[in-house]
């Protein structure tokens, strides 16, 4: 449909993108902050994954009429007439979706996944180690060891924290629950220092603290990216 007139674009827009994702996407989390429940997976891989509704409108309507800058955004394509039409505010969002692609699912997949390690890199004195548990799994992290590795979603669900040894007198542990989106409470609601893919985190749990260090198998660490507080639903096209 590189053919496709303004008035063509507008109306696939609205029924293909614009709908689905105000409807499913602008009121859950991360994309609203306050929303009253997280995105499901299925609907974030249908709107964003490779071959979901953002990348097939893309695809279909928009590429021949834009090109790519170095810095990754979209602009219109020289000597295209349409292209020159299209609004750069629209264009950016096809932008952030892209990096969300990018960042949160493998190549060529409609599902999410991203995979991390995790390792204790300080804490308070009186803490010898923590044990984290992710969706029931359970491991024990020493100062300064290798880490353990696990993959979003599937196994991050339910997250808890407990510092060792235990304290007869104070808190020893935190959770956070809530589905799939755990993970971004976890990173967001501890004091983070965060580089490139590389998250460190710390908690304090009953007047002791612990640093938990992320690694991500990304571009990016995705739940931290200003590409999801910064998209919007594209609603229009000039």
Known sequence: SANATIEELKRALAEEVSAYCTQNVATAFPFSKRGARHISTSVFGEFFGYGGRMERFYDTYLRDHTQRESDGRIVAREGSALGARLSSGLLSQFARSERIRQAFFPPDSASPQVSFTISQVASSPTVESTEVTFSGRTVQLFPNSSGSSFTWPEETADIGVALLPRSDVTDNGLRFGGGR??????????????????????????????????????????????????????????
Do not use: Y
Request: glycine share 6%; charged share 30%; with cysteine.
């Open 181 to 238: 989106w755990a993970l971004s409470d976890f990173i967001t609601k501890g004091r983070n220092r965060s580089k490139g893919t590389r998250a460190d985190v710390t908690h304090q749990v009953g007047g002791r603290s612990v640093t938990l260090r992320l690694e991500f198998d990304s571009i990016a660490i995705p739940f931290l990216m200003r590409e999801l507080s910064e998209f919007s639903c594209p609603k229009s096209i000039e």
